[in-house]
């Protein structure tokens, strides 16, 4: 099983829609969760970290849920600006101390249009 | 916020050069930076953790020989690409945790070998 999974897509959402991505992942010790966004053939850029009680964010709200291992992300009044590949991103439980590389799902291709 | 500054952005070389990639972090120190790679249409990938000022921590996988890591100061870390062949072509991003949430990434850096 992989260890962080999302629907690949492409979504193709019309603008000023509402849109919501979901995400699991594998390790139920996973301290800490991100959405990023990457843009065609650019760096990741974090679009917001994911806490347990949820949080929101202008447009944007995320979610989790431990008990099934899932993260969401949900967007509101879709922009064309919005078109890119999300990412859902765990960072694995720490051991031994020091720090840990992330772990990336494939990404969701979202396509908005006009 | 935190900014992590990676060069070169893009790289053309021949079979069986060796290619150096640096990544600064220019406001912030960093004693432990991440070097990934991505493949066209796929999620980034850890490569291996670099660790100021002690040996890096590289992934299962990944050739510690081919893949040189040194991470002599606070905010430098290199990635040296040894005897590149066509299937090293990628695009290799660095990171670090920063000051505030989530984690930083370079700009990347699109190795094409031929």
Redesign the interface.
């Given at each position: 099983r992989k260890e962080v999974e999302q629907d690949p897509g492409p979504f193709n959402v019309p603008e000023g829609a509402t849109v919501a991505f979901n995400c699991t992942y594998s390790n139920s010790a996973s301290q800490s969760f991100?959405w990023y966004r990457q843009d065609c053939?650019?760096?990741?850029?974090?679009l917001m970290?994911v806490y347990s009680s949820g949080n929101e964010d202008g447009r944007f709200t995320a979610q989790l849920n431990r008990a099934s291992q899932y993260i969401s992300l949900l967007i509101r009044d879709s922009k064309l600006s919005d078109s890119a590949t999300y990412?859902c991103v765990v960072n694995p439980a720490h051991s031994g101390g020091?720090?840990?590389?992330?772990?990336?799902?494939?990404?969701t291709h979202l396509i908005i249009q006009p | 916020g935190a900014v992590v500054s990676q060069h070169p952005s893009r790289v053309i070389c021949k079979s069986g050069t060796s290619v150096k990639i640096e990544c600064r972090s220019l406001d912030f120190q960093a004693?432990?930076m991440?070097w990934?790679r991505q493949f066209p249409k796929?999620?980034?990938?850890?490569m291996a953790?670099s660790?100021e000022g002690s040996k890096a921590t590289y992934?299962q996988g990944v050739e510690k020989d081919k893949f040189l890591i040194n991470h002599a100061s606070l905010t430098l870390s290199t990635l040296t690409v040894t005897s590149a062949h066509p299937e090293d072509s990628s695009?290799y991003?660095c990171?670090a945790?920063g000051t505030g949430?989530?984690?930083?990434?370079?700009?990347?850096t699109?190795l094409t070998v031929v």
């Open positions: 991100f053939r650019k760096e990741p850029k974090l970290s990412l020091g720090a840990d590389g992330l772990t990336f799902g494939k990404g | 004693t432990t991440f990934y796929k999620s980034l990938m850890l953790t660790n992934e695009f991003i990171s945790e949430d989530g984690y930083t990434f370079g700009s990347g699109r």
